[in-house]
């Protein structure tokens, strides 16, 4: 583990997805089926050369991405890299030390997804990682977030960027913080019947240009 990663906490394997086993699959099922369908839409819209998953964890959702575009995965976690690295070798998985700062020139992809992960960031650090979004995103391109969007939803530290936290923010907020992007679908994000909630946030796809 770096000393970063020391200092403050790393996500392991069990807060990517807080469900095991047949659940697990289910809902990987389901999320895979949502990505590809949008990933298809933007194809009808725009080519699709390359695409950057950030906070990809270890690629559960990168790999759908890859059926279509040359992909990038962002993660700060070196573990998650370590272990999608040889999983999926057709996928460049990139450690960062933070989602705010990625090594990447301006422009360079056409399709950027977020999965569950602006949801785990501080107001403060959103906005840095939206603006970084926006200058990696191409003009057209097209970026699908899926957040929790329940704004009763908070947990844990919402101040302190190196703790973790969960912070529903609405479709409103999130049409406001990717502006001048353009927010052209929504959809529910659909998981295993068997979860305690019924709202775990929204599909929310953006265009640029
Ligand atoms: C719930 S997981 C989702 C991973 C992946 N997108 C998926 O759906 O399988 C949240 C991801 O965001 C990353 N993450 C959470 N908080 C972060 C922060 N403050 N800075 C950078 N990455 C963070 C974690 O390392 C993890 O990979």
Redesign the pocket.
Known sequence: MTETAQLRKA?QMA???DVRDSAFAVRTYL?QTEVRRYLERAAREIPLASAA?I????G??SQVLAERAAVTGF???PH?VAEATPLLPHIRFVNVP??TSLPVADAAFDFVL????LQ??TNA?VREVVEEIQRIARSPAFVLLCEETDTEHLWGDLED?SG?CTIGRSVAEYERLLAPFRLVETSPRRIEPTYPRPDVGTYMLFRAG
């Open positions: 996500w807060d990517v997805v999320e998953d906070g990809a964890g270890y559960r959702l993660e700060r976690e998650f933070a989602l977020t999965f569950t992960v785990h960031l650090v960027p973790m």
